[in-house]
């Protein structure tokens, strides 16, 4: 199976800072990855598609880029409503995995 | 409005059969790759398997065979989540979800169920 590593697994940010999410993936899936939100209670949330397509609807201080093995996830200017987990997925190989999540938490 | 509503919340004993729900509505179940995500309490998500329910093609996760069937009924846009024998370690949320480009085997998920919690214990 295609491993997938997000760095940092917790990451403490404050309203206004800009935050990198880091997923790594033990071979190269070209640009097929995905990034979600998911709150405490609630199902994950598609944001971005083939590593930089952003989701209708998803604001754009969000933005993806990567491609091969390495990926980030950027959120430019964070808002309260963005403190949540964040899961990367290749769905380049079968088994489609998921990253372990990385919880991003205020400071 | 693309929706997947999930049934109820489940309680059953080890060794117990179980079989979960996903009616979908809003666009044509039967040209959208649809799948199941695994999420145990407090951990990450796992992907279980996909079914086009067009001609009910599957894909599933080595991790998963044996304990669980992925199926779908076309005629009331219905994908399922069969267990054979449940175990304990089998507690814990499950989503289904849609793949975001139609007919197309590989995507993310864009829309999502509210999820099935299933409790095994005796």
């Known amino acids: 199976d295609i491993q997938m590593t997000q760095s940092p697994s917790t990451l403490s940010a404050s309203v206004g800072d800009r935050v990198t999410i880091t997923c790594r993936a033990s071979?190269?899936?070209?640009?097929?990855l995905a990034w979600y939100q998911q709150k405490p209670g609630k199902a994950p949330k598609l944001l971005i598609s083939?590593?930089?397509s952003l989701e209708s609807g998803v604001p754009s201080r969000f933005s993806g880029i990567g491609s091969g093995t390495e990926f980030t996830l950027t959120i430019s200017s964070l808002q309260p409503d963005d403190f949540a987990t964040y899961y990367c997925q290749q769905y380049n190989f079968y088994p489609f995995t998921f990253g372990q999540g990385t919880k991003l938490q205020i400071k | 409005e693309v929706q997947l509503v999930q049934s109820g919340a489940e309680v059953r004993k080890p060794g117990e059969s179980l079989r979960i729900s996903c009616k979908a509505s809003g666009y044509i179940f039967t040209t959208y790759w649809i799948g199941w995500v695994r999420q145990m309490p407090g951990k990450g998500l796992e992907w279980m398997g996909i079914?086009?329910?067009?001609?009910?093609?599957?894909r599933g996760n080595p991790s998963f065979q044996g304990q669980v069937t992925i199926s779908a009924d076309k005629s009331i846009s219905t994908a399922y989540l069969q267990f054979s024998s449940l175990k304990a370690s089998d507690t814990a949320i499950y989503y289904c979800?849609?793949?975001?480009?139609?007919?197309?085997?590989?995507?993310?998920?864009?829309?999502w169920g509210q999820g099935t919690l299933v409790t095994v214990s005796s």
């Open positions: 079914i086009y329910p067009g001609d009910s093609d599957t």
């Open positions: 979800a849609r793949h975001r480009l139609q007919a197309r085997e590989t995507a993310g998920f864009d829309s």
């Open positions: 071979q190269r899936i070209s640009s097929w």
């Open positions: 083939e590593a930089s």
